[in-house]
């Protein structure tokens, strides 16, 4: 959460700033600053509430050849303020710092920097890292940044910069990500590269630990001990248009509609002459033989591709999977058995949670697949192997095409399992995978519902509280969906797996509360209708979504989505995208910030 940036060079760095933490917005959006560093001075600048405020603050401001630091806020340590808005000084005002992270110990630091006569202003642990880098400070930005880091515990990317220092950024990382921009005559940092993508390709991924210190001609790199690192730089081979809304009206539609193309992109990427090849990322005959179980640990959406994992692993391998979330997962002692494969969700590859989770794991002896869609993020470089999901950069706070390419990566790792178990025919794993093969060319189909949900939403906004139900593959699909529209319309969600429902839950059906009722397999369908039958004799209104062909009684389903035919076992594929475009037009019409829903943020880097 929070995105910072820093720019040292002969461009405007208003607008660098600016512009970098527009980019960044997605990451937190409660306040926003900047410090920058010019003729000498170092003045800051913030306000609190979204980044559009700062620009009208900062409208006509230039500095063409300073340098500077941005901020833009998720709130952890005190209300979202002008106070507790980023940049944070020091008493004199002459040293400013912009966090990402939580410093955990910040209480005992406050108390000591206090006793020593540092006056606060904020209710932020990020004040404590201002005051400490004074503290330290003699002549030399670089050792005070390196003594006062000793100091911390938790998390943080941390930029700074001094009045005494009129050239120079210093950038420090533990537990949060931070990328440098190596730039012409120019250097970035920022806590995620759509953010310097218009100016530089050229990225270095800092490591936990490490301090860069930048100036316009030079990065230079030091470890934990002082001791400078040679690190490559990474060729970005994204585009910035790729991270734009291109014409549609917010990120999410924009990336919903992306979903055929990324699916059929992650999919590309593994298929060899009718084969999905895992091989690079360890999943053989060796690792099959010789596993008796299986994890697969996330958060939020990303844990729902792994209920998925769960039931279609099971399924086509006959392998024990344990589905669970990360923040649970990470203290509870959780039983790993050495050489078990733990297989790790996530778009950005850098929640705390999963991060730690998968840090876990990896010390009780298992060995990680994981799947990422940012690359070069923390949990790419430190899984033993990573399967990327070229989902392409995603902005929108609610995840739908990340969603989409994990899954597409969740069925090709069950169908080389179900293989290479021998627990599925060859003939059954050529069939579904050419079935998989065919789903981003149904996806085309399936965007075709765009319209029909639009006038579904327009009719069903106003509800209190909407129920999401399925069985099987369908119930685990009814979650994502639940998520989704309760993270961006604020409507009370919940997903039941249809037969639970008579088990207390059907008692807060009333007269029009709206169920969703997902029925696409087939086997169940009979028994799922049943389910429906009790939620409409209690008053429910029904959104049912089903195959083409399916028999869905007109008397009970109030809305009918119809989507194109394939396996049952793909049905979460094709059904979640119908419920993504119902999540979007229910918020569009509840006049709420679709991109940036409330008290979220895109990129979970606290625990
Ligand atoms: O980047 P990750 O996939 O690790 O993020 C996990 C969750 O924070 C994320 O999926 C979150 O639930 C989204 N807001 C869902 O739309």
């Known amino acids: 959460m929070c995105g910072i940036v ?4 002969s461009k405007d760095v208003v607008t660098m700033l600016l512009n970098g933490l527009q980019k960044l917005e997605y990451r937190g959006y409660d306040s926003a600053g900047v410090a920058i560093v010019a003729n000498g001075c170092l003045e800051v600048h913030k306000t609190k509430g979204r980044l559009s405020g700062l620009c009208s603050l900062m409208d006509g401001c230039k500095a063409p050849g300073a340098v500077g630091i941005g901020h833009t806020r998720w709130a952890t340590h005190g209300e979202p303020s002008f106070e507790n808005s980023h940049p944070h000084t020091n008493c004199a005002g002459d040293i400013a710092v912009v966090h990402n992270g939580i410093i955990e110990n910040y209480m005992k630091l406050k108390k000591w920097l206090q006793d020593e006569g540092a006056v606060f202003v904020s209710e932020t642990d990020t004040e404590v890292v201002a005051h400490l880098i004074n503290h330290f400070y003699t002549d030399d930005l670089l050792s005070a940044v390196q003594a006062a880091v000793t100091h911390l515990e938790g998390s943080y990317a941390l930029g700074v910069v001094s009045e005494k220092h ?18 012409n005559s120019e250097n970035m940092i920022a806590s995620d590269i759509p953010a310097i993508l218009e100016y530089t390709r050229d990225v270095i991924f800092l490591e936990d630990k490490e301090i860069a210190v930048l100036d316009c001609r030079s990065v230079r790199i030091f470890d934990e001990y002082g001791k400078p690192v040679n690190r490559d730089s990474y060729h970005v081979d994204w585009d910035a248009a790729q991270a734009e809304k291109g014409g ?43 596993i008796r179980k299986v994890g697969v640990i996330a958060c939020g959406t990303a844990f729902h591709a792994c209920m998925v994992g769960k039931y279609i692993i099971e399924r086509l391998a006959r392998i024990p999977v344990e589905a669970e979330i990360a923040s649970e ?26 991060l730690a989770a998968m840090r ?13 869609n940012v690359v070069g993020s923390t949990i790419s470089r430190e899984a033993d192997a990573v399967l990327y999901t070229h989902a392409g950069p995603e902005i929108a706070v609610a995840s739908t095409k990340a969603y989409n390419t994990q899954l597409m ?12 178990s021998g627990n599925l025919p060859i003939e059954d794993y ?15 189909t399936v965007l075709q519902t765009k319209d029909q949900l639009a006038r579904i939403a327009s009719r069903h906004f106003s509800q209190n509280s909407v129920f ?24 009370h969600s919940e997903a039941y797996a249809a037969g639970e429902l008579k088990h207390g839950t059907i008692a807060l059906i009333e007269d029009g509360t709206l169920v969703v009722a997902t029925a696409m397999q087939r086997r169940l369908f009979d028994k799922t209708v049943s389910n429906i039958k009790e939620v409409k004799a209690r008053g429910a209104k029904v959104l049912a979504v089903c195959f083409e062909g399916s028999d869905m009684p007109a008397e009970i389903a109030d809305e009918v989505i119809t989507l194109p035919d394939t396996d049952d076992i793909f049905a979460p594929l094709l059904a979640v995208t119908p419920m993504q475009l119902f999540a979007y037009y229910m918020t569009v019409e509840k006049g709420f910030d679709v991109d940036k829903p409330r008290n979220l943020a895109k990129s979970v880097t606290v625990e």
């Open 166 to 183: 009129p050239d120079m950024i210093v950038a420090a990382r533990k537990d949060s990500p931070l990328v440098v921009g190596v730039g």
């Open 360 to 372: 876990e794991a990896k010390k009780r002896g298992a060995k990680i697949a994981a799947i990422v």
């Open 468 to 491: 999401f139900i399925g069985r099987g593959l369908d119930y685990v699909l009814s979650m994502e969906a639940s998520l989704k529209l309760k993270e961006i319309s604020y409507i």
């Open 248 to 290: 549609y009206e917010h990120f999410m539609i924009k990336e919903i509609f992306e979903e055929p193309r990324v699916m059929a992109d992650t999919f590309m990427s593994r298929y060899k002459e009718g084969m999905i090849d895992l091989s690079d990322i360890g999943i053989d005959e060796k690792l099959v033989r010789s």
């Open 430 to 444: 050529i069939r579904y995978v050419e079935g998989l093969k065919n789903i981003p060319q149904l996806m085309n």
């Open 409 to 420: 990566a969740v069925y090709m790792i069950a169908l080389e399992l179900g293989r290479l």
């Open 6 to 9: 820093g720019y040292v060079g």
């Open 329 to 354: 997962f990470r203290y509870r002692n959780p039983l790993i058995e050495p050489g078990q494969l733990v297989i790790i969700v996530s778009q950005s590859g850098e929640t705390a949670d999963t």
